[in-house]
């Protein structure tokens, strides 16, 4: 389902919940950075990753202050001015600029959204609660993550097929 209302009281609860985990996400993220051998090209020291980690659940912030609804992309969307959008582009300068591959960056980023879920499987409330908080989660990444490889990938031109016409 698209642009799912997320109630003052739901947002409220999910920001706190991920500000009270932060420690849990650090762990969660290192040990998949270690694991993965990502640890290689990356930082060990637990206040990098704490760095991150507030990073992204500033954006969530951020995002659930300004919106009520889950966040989406749309058929022909370029980057936005939302929180998730304007991260997504700045982690995506920064990174370009250390001489990180979008093949590497993407790499990991995926084990962050993983940490996130992870984590969620403690968040309270009911079924339906804990089923919107992944879908956000799942969302949010989603929207970081193209906006990302927009900012990243400038050359890409999207072709569309022929045979499937642009409706205008």
């Given amino acids: 389902m698209v642009n799912r209302y997320l109630s003052q009281e739901f947002s409220d609860s999910l920001v706190l919940f991920l500000y009270q985990h ?38 969530i912030r951020d995002y659930l202050e300004n919106y009520s609804v889950t966040p989406e992309i749309f058929c022909h969307e370029t980057a936005g001015n ?26 990991l980023y995926k084990y962050y959204a993983w940490a996130y879920l992870d984590t969620l499987e403690d968040f309270g409330g009911s079924e339906e609660e804990k089923a919107l908080a992944r879908e956000f989660i799942i969302k949010i990444f989603g929207r970081i993550e193209y906006t990302l490889v927009f900012e990243w990938i400038p050359q890409f031109h999207e072709e569309t097929p022929s045979e499937f016409p642009v409706e205008e």
Avoid at 40 to 57: D, F, I, K, P, Q
Avoid at 83 to 100: C, Q
């Fill in 22 to 59: 932060t420690n849990e996400l650090i762990n969660r993220i290192l040990t998949y950075s270690i694991e993965l051998k990502f640890s290689a090209y990356t930082s060990t020291h637990r206040e990098a990753w704490r760095a991150s980690v507030n990073g992204l659940n500033n954006v």
């Fill in 82 to 107: 939302d929180p998730a959008s304007t991260f997504g582009i700045s982690e995506a300068k920064k990174h370009i600029e250390r001489g990180i591959s979008l093949k590497m960056f993407l790499g």
